[in-house]
T-cell receptor
Framework: DAMVIQNPRYQVTQFGKPVTLSCSQT?????MYWYQQKSSQAPKLLFH???????NEADTPDNFQSRRPNTSFCFLDIRSPGLGDAAMYLC????????????FGDGTRLSIL | GENVEQHPSTLSVQEGDSAVIKCTYS??????FPWYKQELGKGPQLIID?????GEKKDQRIAVTLNKTAKHFSLHITETQPEDSAVYFC???????????FGQGTELSVKP
């Protein structure tokens, strides 16, 4: 059974039109992460939540924001998507921060028209 | 900054042969080293990991070795099967204040 679930699997939006991607987990983990993965590259960390504490990476554009209303759910909001934001967005969870296994969902493939 | 170098970028083997992927990390405080397998259109799947207090770990056809002194770690897959074909990522992380640092990935192709 899937433990980190991302919806939708595929999302198409228009240039500049806000879009929200969602992630849910059944592992009851404290930490939830959002990664961006472009073709033939490794995942790139955008930000993560430890419980309700938000931790942004220094090079994450302001266009990207996140919400975590409860332990199970986390959302990625892209306020004004540009063509360069087309990518696979991966959600992951871990029990704690640091040297803990991270478990990934199957991602949402975002296309920008 | 922290860096993980992974080689080779592509690897093609015949079914039944062994495959080896090597990684080198720069942060001497790294103490946890996971390996992920990513199939097309899916997320990375954790297949094996090793902590810095262990030199080798094995799980059926998959093994990982770690040389802390040289800051090298490697993934070994024996008796490869076509379903092993995927992109493999190594990664490293420290305990305090660290984030997962990925290698560049290795595209493994196992030919029947």
């Amino acid at each position: 059974d899937a433990m980190v679930i991302q919806n939708p699997r595929y999302q198409v939006t228009q240039f500049g039109k806000p879009v929200t991607l969602s992630c849910s987990q059944t592992l009851n983990h404290n930490v939830m992460y959002w990664y961006q993965q472009k073709s033939s590259q490794a995942p790139k960390l955008l930000f993560h939540y430890y419980d309700k504490d938000f931790n942004n990476e220094a090079d994450t554009p302001d266009n990207f924001q996140s919400r975590r209303p409860n332990t199970s759910f986390c959302f990625l909001d892209i306020r004004s998507p540009g063509l360069g934001d087309a990518a696979m967005y991966l959600c992951a969870t871990s029990r704690d921060e640091g040297n803990q296994p991270q478990h990934f969902g199957d991602g949402t493939r975002l296309s920008i028209l | 900054g922290e860096n993980v170098e992974q080689h080779p970028s592509t690897l093609s083997v015949q079914e039944g042969d062994s495959a080896v992927i090597k990684c080198t990390y720069s942060d001497s405080a790294s103490n946890y080293f996971p390996w992920y397998k990513q199939e097309l259109g899916k997320g990375p799947q954790l297949i094996i990991d090793i902590r810095s207090n262990v030199g080798e770990k094995k799980d059926q056809r998959i093994a990982v070795t770690l040389n802390k002194t040289a800051k090298h770690f490697s993934l070994h897959i024996t008796e490869t099967q076509p379903e092993d074909s995927a992109v493999y990522f190594c990664a490293a992380i420290r305990n305090q204040g660290g984030k997962l640092i990925f290698g560049q990935g290795t595209e493994l192709s196992v030919k029947p």
